[in-house]
T-cell receptor, first 114, second 109 residues
């Protein structure tokens, strides 16, 4: 059973470009969480999705950031018009059930904005 | 003040030493995770606990709900235990984890 997969592992963008980060949850997991880790800071919750639904996006910046988890395919975290402050490691995690449960983390995508 | 606080921030030890990392929280939680982040960045869930104590190999995690405190212990530490250890609290009534800032552990041979 493959673990949580994220791609790309490293992404370089220039200011103003779009960044698309993909997360494929573990087989059988329908709950996906995205987290951001800024340099020298702790992890911060961004958004929680189930298939085709955003359940909690209270940690997402109001502008430029969006997330989806379609019926088929990976979850996507999209950042439009990136700025240098978006440079961070973005982790997704998945779990089989909603609520308090062990989460399985992907290896992360390291975004660098030039 | 962060809702989840860890101490110490940095910890060095000699191989074989007993290690304790502490986590205190100020919010209502339904459970607490202990995570390990390797130097390469990958994150592994070590424990999830809502009461009492759990043990896995040389790792032991305890939680005291009344005192809002959890500890992670490593017995007979080894250089391969060098990593950042993070506690994360499930905020009660939500689907959200709140993370401590992590404890960077270095174990020297």
């Amino acid at each position: 059973n493959a673990g949580v997969m994220q791609n790309p592992r490293h992404l370089v963008r220039r200011r103003g470009q779009e960044a698309r980060l993909r997360c494929s949850p573990m087989k059988g997991h329908s709950h996906v969480y995205w987290y951001r880790q800024l340099p020298e800071e702790g992890l911060k919750f961004m958004v929680y999705l189930q298939k085709e639904n955003i359940i909690d996006e209270s940690g997402m910046p109001k502008e430029r950031f969006s997330a989806e988890f379609p019926k088929e395919g990976p979850s996507i975290l999209r950042i439009q018009q990136v700025v240098r402050g978006d440079s961070a490691a973005y982790f997704c995690a998945s779990s089989p059930y909603r609520g308090t449960d062990t989460q399985y983390f992907g290896p992360g995508t390291r975004l660098t904005v030039l | 003040k962060n809702e989840v606080e860890q101490s110490p921030q940095n910890l060095t030890a000699q191989e074989g030493e007993f290690i304790t990392i502490n986590c205190s929280y100020s919010v209502g939680i339904s459970a607490l995770h202990w995570l390990q982040q390797h130097p390469g960045g990958g994150i592994v869930s070590l424990f999830m606990l809502s009461s009492g104590k759990k043990k896995h190999g040389r790792l032991i995690a305890t939680i005291n709900i009344q005192e809002k405190h959890s500890s992670l212990h490593i017995t007979a530490s080894h250089p391969r235990d060098s990593a950042v250890y993070i506690c994360a609290a499930w905020l009660v009534g939500t689907d959200k984890l709140i993370f401590g800032t992590g404890t960077r552990l270095q174990v020297f041979p």
